[in-house]
């Protein structure tokens, strides 16, 4: 076998690889609404790095509708947004955004496991300047050092 052939059949398979792991838009749709199901619900936060992070919330509650609150544990609303997950991403990606940091135009890129009952999340903080993001890049691992924020949750009651 010519080195032109072996070539030709080895970027065949990268190629094929590669393309086998892009999910399709059937298939991102099923994944999204199957994660969707075990993502939403109260959530109660069980760690958080820096200490002190997510200020006085004991709590995040995921709605159906692309909501979060952020709460006391008086179950008091703190503050409220609006998040985006995509569970085919590799690592999942968690975007999410305060409404009083969507006036100053700040966003927040994450990722997260999860777990069973358990979630983690890993984040940085940034603004979108156009098409550019200005901020540390996405984590690709839940570790402190390439992220501004880490969270660890535990449901305590699913989406109603």
Same mark, same amino acid.
């Given at each position: ?22 999910? %399709? ?5 099923? &994944?999204? &609404? +199957? ?17 002190? &992070? ?13 909501? !979060? ?19 085919? &991403? ?7 955004? %305060? ?12 990722? !997260? ?13 940034? +603004? ?12 690709? %691992? ?19």
């Amino acid at each position: 076998m010519t080195r032109t052939t072996m070539a030709t059949i080895f970027l065949t398979i990268v190629a094929g690889v590669g393309m086998a792991e892009v999910p %399709s838009a059937e298939d991102k749709k099923t &994944a999204l &609404a +199957q994660e969707w199901t075990h993502f939403t619900g109260v959530w109660e936060i069980v760690a958080v790095k820096p200490e002190g &992070a997510t200020k006085n919330a004991t709590r995040l509650v995921f709605k159906k509708d692309g909501t !979060y609150a952020a709460q006391n544990n008086k179950g008091e609303e703190l503050w409220a947004g609006t998040f985006e997950i995509d569970p085919t &991403a590799k690592p999942k990606v968690w975007d999410h955004r %305060s409404h009083d940091a969507k006036k100053k135009g700040d966003d927040v890129l994450g990722i !997260y496991e999860r777990d069973g009952e358990k979630l983690k999340f890993a984040c940085v903080v940034g +603004q979108w300047k156009g098409t550019k993001w200005v901020g540390k890049p996405r984590p690709k %691992s839940i570790d402190l050092k390439e992220a501004d924020v880490l969270l660890e949750l535990k449901r305590i009651a699913p989406a109603k």
